[in-house]
């Protein structure tokens, strides 16, 4: 295809949405080499600098990555979740095309002590002394996304853990083996920034920008399940859609730090 002349959008506008477009679509994968400029400019049926122009927007945006000698090369895969509908991660990433998959980091049963109550407290949701543990690291395409503690009244817990949690969902596992009806939920995201735990699992640097999603899952009016999650920054975003209707479900909070 050529870049449409007759259009009032700039050339190189025209090709950075496209390839971004197709980078969204997962056309190439993470680490893949990107065409050359010559076969960008053969495609298009541009000038070398129109070309540059659109793929430093790319850079710019985090999508590739210029290495001197060696090319272009895709520098991120891509999630976009649509706070609509209740999901799990793998019903998530299959929706959108993408492998999903989970390392499995701790299945346990939790001792809801004084001691943890402090230093988890949303844990206080459950009004229960035992809860069951399952900690793993949520890849997409082989790519480490999140890294996920969920806890679960005992007895489901300890029932989930006889499954294998590395290739099914939670979510999925809850309704279909145990019979869970999962109703609804309450969720916060905000943003963090990567210690040392979350650094090594997700694969970056300490500090590293990361998106924390904490959910509270109901079933038959009682939790079943509270999780905190931890986002990579560069490749997972949130997208509302919001309305004038004041049935609208979604709710912006503001929480001023300590001390005003």
Same mark, same amino acid.
């Given at each position: 295809?050529?870049?449409?002349?007759?259009?009032?959008?700039?050339?190189?506008?025209?090709? @950075?949405?496209?390839?971004?477009?197709?980078? =969204?679509?997962?056309?190439?994968?993470? !680490?893949?080499?990107?065409?050359?400029? =010559?076969?960008?400019?053969?495609?298009?049926?541009?000038?070398?600098?129109? /070309?540059?122009?659109?793929?430093? +927007?790319? /850079?710019?945006?985090?999508?590739?990555?210029?290495?001197?000698? =060696?090319?272009?090369?895709?520098?991120?895969?891509?999630?976009?979740?649509?706070?609509?509908?209740?999901?799990?991660?793998? +019903?998530?990433?299959?929706?959108?095309?993408?492998?999903?998959?989970?390392?499995?980091?701790?299945?346990?049963?939790?001792?809801?002590?004084?001691?943890?109550?402090?230093?988890?407290?949303?844990?206080?949701?459950? !009004?229960? @002394?035992?809860?069951?543990?399952?900690?793993?690291?949520?890849?997409?395409?082989?790519?480490?996304?999140?890294?996920?503690?969920?806890?679960?009244?005992?007895?489901?817990?300890?029932?989930?853990?006889?499954?294998?949690?590395?290739?099914?969902?939670?979510? +999925?596992?809850?309704?279909?083996?145990?019979?869970?009806?999962?109703?609804?939920?309450?969720?916060?995201?905000?943003?963090?920034?990567?210690?040392?735990?979350?650094?090594?699992?997700?694969?970056?640097?300490?500090?590293?920008?990361?998106?924390?999603?904490?959910? @509270?899952?109901?079933?038959?009016?009682?939790?079943?399940?509270?999780?905190?999650?931890?986002?990579?920054?560069?490749?997972?975003?949130?997208? /509302? =859609?919001? @309305?004038?209707?004041?049935?609208?479900?979604?709710?912006?909070?503001?929480?001023?730090?300590?001390?005003?």
């Amino acid at each position: 295809m050529s870049a449409n002349r007759s259009k009032p959008v700039p050339l190189h506008y025209q090709i @950075t949405d496209d390839l971004r477009n197709a980078i =969204k679509e997962g056309k190439w994968n993470l !680490g893949d080499l990107f065409p050359t400029d =010559k076969q960008l400019m053969e495609q298009y049926d541009v000038s070398s600098t129109t /070309v540059r122009r659109a793929l430093s +927007e790319l /850079v710019y945006e985090g999508w590739l990555e210029r290495r001197p000698g =060696k090319g272009t090369f895709l520098r991120k895969d891509y999630v976009e979740e649509t706070l609509s509908r209740l999901t799990g991660f793998f +019903e998530e990433m299959k929706k959108r095309g993408y492998k999903p998959s989970s390392k499995i980091l701790d299945v346990r049963p939790v001792e809801v002590t004084q001691d943890v109550l402090e230093k988890t407290p949303q844990l206080g949701v459950f !009004g229960k @002394t035992n809860l069951y543990l399952i900690e793993k690291l949520q890849l997409m395409n082989d790519h480490p996304v999140v890294y996920l503690k969920s806890y679960w009244p005992y007895e489901h817990g300890k029932r989930l853990a006889e499954f294998d949690l590395s290739q099914h969902g939670l979510y +999925e596992l809850a309704e279909e083996k145990l019979g869970v009806d999962l109703e609804e939920a309450e969720q916060t995201i905000a943003a963090g920034i990567a210690r040392k735990k979350e650094a090594e699992y997700l694969q970056v640097k300490i500090g590293f920008p990361i998106l924390i999603m904490e959910r @509270t899952l109901y079933s038959g009016g009682q939790p079943v399940e509270l999780s905190i999650n931890a986002y990579r920054g560069d490749r997972y975003k949130y997208r /509302v =859609k919001l @309305t004038r209707n004041e049935n609208n479900n979604c709710e912006s909070i503001f929480e001023p730090p300590s001390g005003l």
